[in-house]
Nanobody
């Protein structure tokens, strides 16, 4: 199972980006897919998660109302639509899969598959 994140780039404050995370390899069951981010000098933090079967979403307070996570089960892709971006959103964004069915979707330890990360830079 491999996760490939894409869609990062440089954007001005107030702009938008859409990240994608494509899962490839053998078919696998998962409880949820999530997005985390890590800014320079900071710990990895939870951004958003979506349960794969029911599509229930969870967001961190810092992105709630600005970011939207969604999944296309047929294509095996999870998206993160990011609007109203600010410099504080600058980070490497990682997608992750929880294949062990750990319901604690806000914790990085719940995820056992990680993508390589895609850099998002927001200029002021």
């Amino acid at each position: 199972v491999q996760l490939q994140a894409s869609g990062g780039g440089l954007v001005q404050a107030g702009g938008s980006l859409r990240l994608s995370c494509a899962a490839s390899g053998r078919t696998f069951s998962r409880y949820a897919m999530g997005w985390f981010r890590q800014a320079p000098g900071k710990e990895r933090e939870f951004v958003a998660a979506v349960t794969w079967r029911g599509g229930s979403t969870t967001y961190s307070d810092s992105v709630k109302g600005r970011f939207t996570i969604s999944r296309d089960a047929a294509k095996n892709i999870v998206y993160l639509q990011m609007n109203s971006l600010g410099p504080e959103d600058t980070a490497v964004y990682y997608c992750a899969a929880d294949t062990t069915w750990n319901p604690s979707v806000v914790l990085p330890t719940a995820y056992d598959r990680w993508g390589q990360g895609t850099l998002v830079t927001v200029s002021s």
